[in-house]
């Protein structure tokens, strides 16, 4: 797969802000707020929706669908399912959060239900991938206990698997399709004492992903923007706090020159 980037990543902010796209998210309770508002900071629209009824039709007007399995039960099973189904058969673009993979054998169970609905980008911390690719692995419910970097067989095996690009994020962020890696640095340690912080970057790759991004080029920007706006934020706060505070400040602040000097 040719990774020549069709624009750059100051472009699909300044494509992402004009268009304004519909983010459908099937997210998890602790993060639900959060992540609507880093949405709308960044300048996409956001809806928060699993109903059964509706999943179909708001899936087919969004233009891309995250499902994060943080907090999940038989309904919402059912829900991330039925929207990855509905995702495929329209051939819209969803991102799978594995929340905790390897933690439990329901989670596990669902997770490897949701893998054959074919996600376009795959987000986790080092220990979810891992789990994930059925590599051995320890895990702490959602905190992972690995590196990234030991994890990146681990993604590349399940980028190879599932066709999917897969970020393992962490003190350095790594974008795997096939055997094509790319590194992200920067960010900052107190972005780890707010929760929630990985939930966002899986919507906002969900967002450049909805705004016509290839999979690769939408998760580099998506990454390349949290590193930009968690190292900003972590010079003006206090603690972590004010650090989520200053973070959707600095993401509604963002301008394309700015990434395009990050890159």
């Known amino acids: 797969m040719s990774h020549t980037p069709t624009i750059t990543a100051g472009q699909w902010l300044s494509q992402l802000r004009q268009q304004s796209p519909l983010v459908h998210n099937i997210t998890n309770y602790v993060v639900m707020n959060n992540t609507a508002n880093a949405l709308l900071a960044l300048g996409a629209s956001p809806v928060m929706a699993h109903a059964h009824p509706e999943l179909a039709d708001m899936v087919g007007i969004a233009g891309a669908t995250v499902i994060n399995i943080g907090t999940l039960d038989e309904y919402w099973s059912a829900s991330y399912l039925q929207a990855a189904q509905a995702a495929q058969r329209l051939g819209k673009p969803w991102l799978l959060d594995p929340v905790g993979a390897g933690a439990t054998p329901y989670r596990n169970q669902i997770l490897t239900?949701?893998?054959?609905?074919?996600?376009?980008?795959?987000?986790?911390?080092?220990?979810?991938?891992?789990?994930?690719?059925?590599?051995?692995?320890?895990?702490?419910?959602?905190?992972?206990?690995?590196?990234?970097?030991?994890?990146?067989?681990?993604?590349?095996?399940?980028?190879?698997?599932?066709?999917?690009?897969?970020?393992?994020?962490?003190?350095?962020?790594?974008?795997?399709?096939?055997?094509?890696?790319?590194?992200?640095?920067?960010?900052?340690?107190?972005?780890?004492?707010?929760?929630?912080?990985?939930?966002?970057?899986?919507?906002?790759?969900?967002?450049?992903?909805?705004?016509?991004?290839?999979?690769?080029?939408?998760?580099?920007?998506?990454?390349?923007?949290?590193?930009?706006?968690?190292?900003?934020?972590?010079?003006?706060?206090?603690?972590?706090?004010?650090?989520?505070?200053?973070?959707?400040?600095?993401?509604?602040?963002?301008?394309?020159?700015?990434?395009?000097?990050?890159?």
């Open 113 to 263: 239900e949701l893998l054959l609905q074919r996600p376009a980008v795959i987000r986790g911390n080092a220990s979810e991938v891992m789990a994930l690719a059925q590599q051995a692995a320890q895990t702490k419910g959602v905190d992972s206990t690995h590196q990234s970097e030991e994890a990146l067989d681990a993604a590349k095996r399940l980028s190879h698997t599932t066709g999917a690009v897969v970020c393992i994020s962490g003190a350095t962020d790594y974008v795997v399709d096939q055997d094509k890696v790319t590194t992200i640095g920067g960010g900052h340690p107190l972005m780890t004492k707010v929760t929630g912080m990985g939930c966002t970057a899986s919507a906002l790759i969900g967002a450049f992903l909805a705004a016509g991004a290839p999979a690769f080029e939408a998760t580099c920007t998506a990454m390349l923007v949290m590193a930009h706006c968690g190292a900003a934020a972590a010079r003006l706060a206090q603690g972590p706090g004010t650090l989520q505070l200053h973070f959707l400040d600095a993401l509604h602040q963002l301008q394309p020159q700015d990434l395009e000097a990050y890159a």
